[in-house]
């Protein structure tokens, strides 16, 4: 797990965690209460990586947390997006999703008639990334494109 420490400066110099401009500011996420503050995760964008770090934020004004629990120095952690399923509740009588959704990766090139056609379709992404490198060399002079492909399958009768 790649790290890296601010200083409590460098970190208030960012604008981490309430005064991020709104180009470096990615999230700012509940991660958990206790008696006195809430835990609250705060990611941004500094030298071209996305970090995170943990602060407390007290629950009522009475509280004295200071420097967001933090000490001289902040500990972030390197992150980067994932897509991961969650379980949401829904109304007992709406739809529900049969099976997770999944992703295909489709390459297409732009023929002169001006459509796009589908070349290759992969279900992983690195194989993907191939035949659209292998295309581009292939059809220098035509537009090429990778399209990602969400497909959902959602029961919408129990008959």
Same mark, same amino acid.
Request: hydrophobic share 40%.
């Given at each position: ?9 460098? &970190? ?5 965690? /309430? ?12 991660? $958990?209460?206790? @008696?006195? %503050? ?7 964008? /500094? =030298?071209?990586?996305?970090? %995170?770090? =943990? ?9 004295? &947390?200071?420097? /967001? ?11 980067? !997006?994932?897509?991961? !399923? &969650?379980?949401?509740?829904?109304? %007992? ?6 099976? !997770? ?9 732009? /023929? !002169?008639?001006?459509?796009? @056609?589908? $070349?290759?379709? =992969? ?7 191939? @035949? ?8 220098? =002079? ?14 919408? $009768?129990?008959?």
């Amino acid at each position: 797990m790649k790290t890296r420490t601010f200083t409590i400066e460098e &970190i208030r110099a960012l604008g981490v965690p /309430h005064d991020l401009p709104q180009h470096v500011a990615v999230a700012d996420v509940h991660v $958990s209460n206790g @008696r006195w %503050a809430e835990t609250r995760r705060c990611i941004f964008q /500094h =030298d071209d990586a996305f970090w %995170a770090v =943990d602060y407390d934020r007290p629950l009522t004004e009475h509280q004295d &947390i200071v420097d /967001h629990g933090w000490g001289r120095c902040v500990v972030a952690t390197r992150v980067v !997006p994932a897509r991961v !399923p &969650i379980t949401t509740w829904v109304p %007992a009588d709406a739809g529900v999703e049969a099976a !997770p959704a999944v992703d295909a990766w489709i390459v297409e090139v732009r /023929h !002169p008639a001006g459509r796009f @056609r589908f $070349s290759y379709r =992969d279900d992983e992404y690195d194989l993907a990334q191939e @035949r659209l490198g292998d295309r581009q060399r292939r059809h220098p =002079d035509a537009e090429v494109r990778l399209v990602r492909m969400t497909i959902t399958y959602t029961v919408v $009768s129990a008959d």
